[in-house]
């Protein structure tokens, strides 16, 4: 068989491809004699890497001497996860590939976590760990992982180089996969003594990834198709996933949207795909969701579908999601297509394209609000009859709710919010309104508690000039609150707002409602017995801390915290354990049993449609 040549794979990758994609002042270099390490350091600078996370270790360190003179900011991490968080927080916040660094065997395993994070909501990053030498590969030598093994199912593609003279094409192909089709996570395993051997540097490399060919433009006869199930429909939603964020689609979304009057759910990975205060906007679906958008979804004969992938917590119990809804499913990613739910016309293809097209193709029978005025009397009221809200708690406590959304309304749009995982983070997608893009945070499918510190970092270092706020619970801040350290002696300064309710406050939540609060192993010590003391540990990692605790004084500390912009601030916001997260779908459920509150559930009138 012939193998191809890059001539022949132009229409698919070029190094004109990447540069595009990660740095499009990328020049020719001319061949230079160097180490393996020295042509690492050199096609990340000429693939325009401006900082890389990491920490260095022993089968990595040769690459750390050239990185001494390089142009690439190096920031030096606490702990491997923390740098993978970091890269995925600044390829959040930016849309670049985000880079981290790791040494072998454990250097390279704590990063499994962050790079399962990056594949479940496809994030471009590229690891770079660093592999025993070649001879010892498979003999069980000093700090060994097969970490090119471990994270197959968890890549996109991941490379072990075998020769020093292949890095700058790898490196080249690894930034391409990254950032081309759907984004994710490439690893890039270099033994030893590959970095330590000599070879002869030049950029650009022949790029070599025979098959490898997204599909950006969606067929046009499924297109035409979608547009007559539009204008078919009486009932159509559109469900909107992270993938518009990923393709740069918000703006065709908004014309779509307007176009049509078709009303607009958005994922928690959509978040800020379409402004928060747009009156077609219904909120987020799924156990968590509002109660307009969960409706709409199970009641609707269309939903077309834009980067979206039925995920479990959106859909609910499956066989009972959306009964009556034809589907067109758009997605970059075929496998996505069909996997948890068969879609009528599937459409494989960039969300920026398949937006702009499906435009073209509505824009003759396109009416506007006007064109489902039952639909949209019907969800107006059930949006009157069901707004989020929280109660008060009846024992002088905080309420958790209260201070997010006064910290949105404080803080505003502008700013990027990074949330943990967990109660903290459902009210920080419920109560901060997000009116643009790329402000709003957060590990959707993996769940990784940990992701916030380190993500802020990463968004920060991506935008100085943008004010970034972690919203973390003290659980989650207990995991990664290290790199608090590495924000102030590099001078970044992210805000910490710790939601402190002394538990673990989702599974207290699930212990309340199925474990006849039977609270087995949630109580966190951090009320009872301030342990730690969220106050002493920020100043004991160069950061300024403050404590709130009362309801008259959220605000004054909020403001405190905007004033400070020459070092990390974290606040300790003391709040009641006992609040919950409402709307609810319990997980196995159908979505038709949504909780508005404890026991309390929805009741949809027979003539709501």
């Known amino acids: 068989m012939t193998r191809p040549t890059p001539e022949s794979l132009a229409h698919r990758v070029t190094p004109a491809t990447v540069a595009a994609a990660v740095n499009p002042a990328s020049t020719t270099v001319a061949p230079v004699a160097t180490t393996g390490a020295g042509a690492l350091v050199r096609s990340l600078e000429a693939l ?122 790898i490196l080249a192909e690894a930034f391409h996969l990254a950032a081309t089709g759907r984004p994710g996570p490439v690893l890039v395993d270099i033994p030893k003594d590959v970095l330590q051997s000599q070879t002869t540097f030049q950029w650009p490399p022949a790029l070599d990834l025979p098959g490898y060919r997204p599909t950006l433009h969606p067929h046009g006869k499924q297109i035409r198709e979608a547009a007559r199930l539009i204008a078919a429909a009486k009932r159509p939603v559109l469900y909107v996933g992270g993938g518009v964020h990923k393709a740069g689609a918000t703006d065709g979304l908004r014309k779509l949207a ?39 979804m199970q009641k609707a004969d269309l939903l077309v579908t834009l980067g979206a992938r039925f995920d479990d917590r959106v859909t609910g119990k499956l066989d009972s999601f959306a009964p009556d809804a034809k589907i067109v499913h758009a997605d970059i990613d075929p496998a996505e297509i069909g996997k948890n739910r068969h879609a009528d016309v599937p459409i494989v293809g960039d969300a920026r394209h398949v937006i702009d097209e499906l435009i073209a193709a509505v824009s003759s029978t396109a009416g506007g609000t006007d064109q489902y005025p039952a639909w949209w009397s019907t969800l107006n009221d059930i949006r009157e009859r069901y707004p989020l809200g929280y109660e008060e708690p009846t024992d002088g406590t905080l309420a958790p709710q209260y201070v997010i959304e006064r910290l949105g309304e404080i803080v505003g749009p502008d700013a990027i919010y990074c949330a943990g995982v967990g109660q903290h983070q459902m009210w920080a997608s419920q109560f901060i309104k997000y009116e643009k893009p790329g ?6 499918g993996a769940g990784t508690m940990g992701y916030a510190v380190p993500a802020a970092m990463g968004a920060k270092v991506a935008q100085p000039g943008t004010t970034v706020w972690a919203i973390d619970g003290d659980g989650c801040f207990q995991m990664t609150n290290q790199e608090l350290a590495t924000c102030a002696l590099e001078g970044i300064p992210i805000k910490v707002a710790v939601i402190n309710n002394g538990n673990l406050g989702m599974v207290r939540q699930w212990q309340t409602l199925f474990y006849d609060g039977r609270y087995s192993n949630t109580e966190l010590g951090t009320h009872k017995h301030r342990i730690p003391d969220f106050v002493k540990l920020a100043e004991a990692l160069g950061c300024v801390g403050l404590r709130c605790e009362s309801k008259d004084d959220v605000d004054k500390v909020i403001k405190q915290a905007m004033e400070i912009n020459d070092a990390p601030v974290v606040i300790d916001f003391t709040v009641g354990k006992d609040a919950m997260v409402w709307p609810m779908v319990a997980a196995g459920t159908s979505n038709d049993e949504i909780m508005f509150a404890r026991d309390v559930r929805p009741t949809f009138d027979e003539d709501d449609l």
Not at 149 to 161: A, E, M, Q, S
Not at 261 to 269: A, D, F, N, Y
Not at 280 to 288: N, T, V
């Open 439 to 444: 402000t709003w945070l957060n590990s959707g």
């Open 48 to 169: 325009g890497v401006e900082v890389a996370f990491g920490i260095p270790g022993g089968a990595i360190l040769p690459a750390y001497d050239p990185l001494f003179d390089s142009k690439v900011r190096h920031i030096l991490v606490r702990h491997e996860q923390g740098a993978g968080h970091a890269a995925t927080g600044y390829a959040q916040a930016t849309g670049k590939v985000g880079v981290c660094i790791a040494t072998s065997g454990p250097g390279a395993t704590n990063l499994v976590t962050p790079i399962a994070d990056a594949y479940m909501d496809s994030v471009p990053i590229v690891a770079i760990t660093g592999q025993v030498g070649r001879p010892y590969i498979g003999t069980d030598a000093f700090q060994e992982a097969d970490i090119q093994g471990i994270t197959l199912p968890i890549t996109k593609h991941n490379f072990l180089v075998q020769n020093a003279e292949e890095l700058p094409r």
């Open 258 to 296: 307007e176009l049509t009057g078709i009303p607009v759910v958005t994922t928690l990975m959509g978040i800020g795909a379409f402004p928060d205060s747009h009156p077609q906007h219904l909120g987020m679906p799924g156990m968590h969701g509002t109660v307009p958008a969960v409706y709409a």
